[in-house]
């Protein structure tokens, strides 16, 4: 799927809570590709209980000792700008170093076209791309990759629920 948004939605982390961080993301148009996060810029979920509202670019900077961090469901990602969308088929995700414990556990995979009205966290404008069974061991620093292609870009109506952690992919 071509897509100006894509975002990684936190679902919460190992240890049973919310507070999730993202050391590092990459979205890649080939598989074991570059990293094509250049030219737009990162997003997040924000609201006020978000690890400072203003840590989004920490989870571009490629340093395993910062992190996008998130006390809330939240979600972390990148806007490609208008007129860029992308056909991403592989994230890259990085835990702490310091807090590798912290990483996404339950997440999703997510994305939003150019034009979409609303990237708020549960906007209906999300299409399902990746939602992986539960990732519950992470080592310091360690990066996982997620293949996204063939996607079918189920579509999510997070007002009924989410109704399946089946892999897309
Ligand atoms: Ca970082």
Known sequence: MEARYWIVKCNGDSQGDYETIVANLEFRTSHGGADVTTGGIPIQSGGANEGGGTNEALAFDDDANTGWQSYTQ????YDFGAGNSKTIVEV????????????????????????AADISIYSNDWVEILYPPNEDTWTSGETKL?????????VVDEGAGISSHAASA
């Open 92 to 115: 890259a995700i990085m835990a702490s170093a310091a807090n590798p414990e912290l990483a996404p556990y339950n997440f999703q995979i997510r994305a939003a076209v150019d034009g």
């Open 146 to 154: 997620y293949s996204l292609a063939p996607n079918t870009g189920v």
């Open 74 to 77: 939240g979600y972390i990602g």
